[in-house]
């Protein structure tokens, strides 16, 4: 579900970040909030855990495999290390194929050895790995907070539950905003299938790239400004990889340093939460030009 679709479904949850928090949780659930307070919305659920939990009927050991998938760096392999090699392979076929989950391609190419030549004894049993997605938000939620801690819904111990929740909420969030990143600049730019990039050595969190356009950029969704240090390590992965992007993009939560706004590099785009309003189409703010805004 894209956001503009979301946020018609909540016309009363107009300030961004009350939009983004219930984004992060009610995207693709069946049930609708019924508190414009998220953590009384999050508690709400507890009461329909058993109607939630039969929405996804899976054996012990893919649902182990889905909360590891929900909460580490979404690498496709991973679930091997608890499911094992052919086990972990079936699971995530049948995961894809149910549409719970897709993959974020990626962009890494195994070094191609040329005749006689052997591969460093470091890079031996390192593999290129493809990353998982959950089809929406909700979903990701469930499996990050709510199945691994079945046990204290069912003894109804909701506040000690929903403290759990407020204190990871923002590392849990931290992946929807990157999302929502990379639809802001998909609507910016009016493209498709902006994503992350990430290999052995380093990664960022949006990237696009074809004959005519490379964006590269990061999204922070901390309660500092971003500063210009962010800039600088990202132009110093450009160069690492080889990349000459068209444009450097920042998207911050809460802003950024003098030191960064009053920067004069014509190829970086800043962004911050109210940047959003681009994603907005059921508001008379929302104003868009194919020009990209410096």
């Known amino acids: 579900m894209k956001f ?30 019924k508190s414009n307070d998220i953590f009384s919305s999050i508690q709400e659920l507890f009461k329909y855990y058993e109607l939630i939990d039969k929405r996804f009927n899976f054996d012990k050991e893919t649902i182990n495999a889905l909360c590891l998938l929900a909460k580490n760096s979404r690498k496709r392999y991973s679930i091997n290390k608890i499911l094992g090699h052919f086990k972990g392979l079936s699971t995530m076929n049948k995961l894809l194929e149910s549409g719970l989950l897709k993959l974020e391609k990626s962009k890494e190419k195994k070094k191609v050895l040329k005749k006689g030549e052997k591969e460093k004894k470091e890079l031996r049993k ?21 199945k691994p801690n ?20 923002t590392h849990y969030q931290s992946f929807c905003f990157e999302m929502l990143g990379k639809e802001l600049v998909e609507e910016k730019f ?3 299938c902006v994503s992350s ?28 400004k971003s500063c210009k240090n962010i800039f600088n390590i990202l132009k110093n992965k450009a160069e690492i990889l080889g990349l000459k992007p068209d444009y ?13 706004t009053k920067n004069k590099v014509q190829n970086l785009l800043l962004f911050n939460i109210n940047d959003l309003k681009l994603l907005l189409r059921d508001t008379d703010e929302r104003k868009y030009t194919k020009e990209p805004r410096f």
């Open 126 to 146: 390192y593999t290129v790995q493809d990353k998982v997605i959950f089809k929406n938000h909700f979903a990701r939620f469930f499996f990050y907070f709510l």
């Open 4 to 33: 503009s679709t979301f946020s018609t479904q909540y016309p009363n949850l107009k300030h961004i970040n009350t939009l983004i928090d219930f984004y992060s949780v009610f995207d693709g659930c069946f049930l609708k909030a």
């Open 190 to 192: 009016k493209l498709e």
């Open 248 to 260: 450097f993009i920042l998207f911050s939560k809460n802003g950024f340093s003098t030191q960064l």
């Open 197 to 224: 990039f990430w290999n052995k050595e380093l990664e960022f969190d949006l990237f696009y790239k074809d004959s005519n356009l490379t964006l590269i950029g990061e999204v922070k969704f901390t309660e500092k």
């Open 150 to 169: 079945e046990k204290m819904i069912k003894q109804k111990e909701y506040d000690k539950l929903l403290q759990k929740i407020k204190n990871d909420f």
